[in-house]
């Protein structure tokens, strides 16, 4: 059964730093979606992706966040200059359609921890 | 302001009690409602998708229902295998999750 991959699934970085998450959405989706999940609070909407734009962000999704379809297959979230308080696990999600509505298939997730 | 309040925040039952959970909702324009099961340090895995008010959807021993307001998450005779924390979630312009009600079932 096809499903969503994300790598690495830990990252640890140091405050300022760069990371790139990267996952691989199911094939034949178009819609692509970032979301985070702090340790035990709600899972939060980050940004949507569709036709190569961004369909919809967030208020969390500010100028430090970037996301990007380089090739074929690969949807990657940047985060510039990482803070602390982005210590979370991060979910890349697909869907199939066109029209952003319906179920989502969510990948394992990258912990990432900000020292 | 959108908002999802799922209730209860935990849950333990027996093997064979069945149960509801609860996932209650404004928001502006539903476009859907979303139920997934979350197992510890996974992401959410789907279940079902209700899109209008009478609709309900089955699967093995989950049934999910819709009204306006809310939404239930029946739990018939569960076994200890669906102990899982269940995510409600309502897309409007985003997809904007509950904090999920914990569920634990005892052999």
């Known amino acids: 059964e096809p499903e969503v991959t994300q790598t690495p699934s830990h990252q640890v970085t140091q405050m300022g730093q760069e990371v790139i998450l990267r996952c691989v959405p199911i094939?034949?989706?178009?819609?692509f979606y970032w979301y985070r999940q702090i340790l035990g609070q709600k899972v939060e909407f980050l940004v949507s992706?569709?036709?190569?734009?961004?369909?919809?962000k967030s208020e969390i999704f500010d100028d430090q966040f970037s996301v990007e379809r380089p090739d074929g297959s690969n949807f990657t979230l940047k985060i510039r200059s990482t803070k602390l308080e982005d210590s979370a696990m991060y979910f890349c999600?697909?869907?199939?359609?066109?029209?952003?509505?319906?179920?989502?298939?969510f990948g394992p997730g990258t912990r990432l921890t900000v020292l | 302001e959108d908002q999802v309040t799922q209730s209860p925040e935990a849950l333990r039952l027996q093997e064979g009690e069945s149960s509801s959970l609860n996932c209650s909702y404004t928001?502006?324009?539903?476009?859907?409602l979303f139920w997934y099961r979350q197992d510890p340090g996974k992401g959410p895995e789907f279940l079902f998708t209700?899109?209008?008010a009478g609709e309900e959807k089955e699967k093995e021993r989950l049934k999910a229902t819709l009204t306006k307001k809310e939404s239930f998450l029946h739990i018939t005779a569960p076994k200890p295998e669906d102990s899982a924390t269940y995510l409600c979630?309502?897309?409007?312009?985003?997809?904007?999750f509950g904090a999920g009600t914990r569920l634990t079932v005892k052999p």
């Open positions: 999600a697909s869907s199939p359609g066109t029209s952003g509505v319906g179920e989502q298939f």
């Open positions: 094939s034949n989706h178009l819609y």
């Open positions: 992706f569709y036709n190569n734009e961004i369909s919809e």
């Open positions: 928001v502006s324009g539903l476009r859907g």
């Open positions: 209700l899109y209008s």
């Open positions: 979630a309502v897309q409007a312009k985003d997809m904007r």
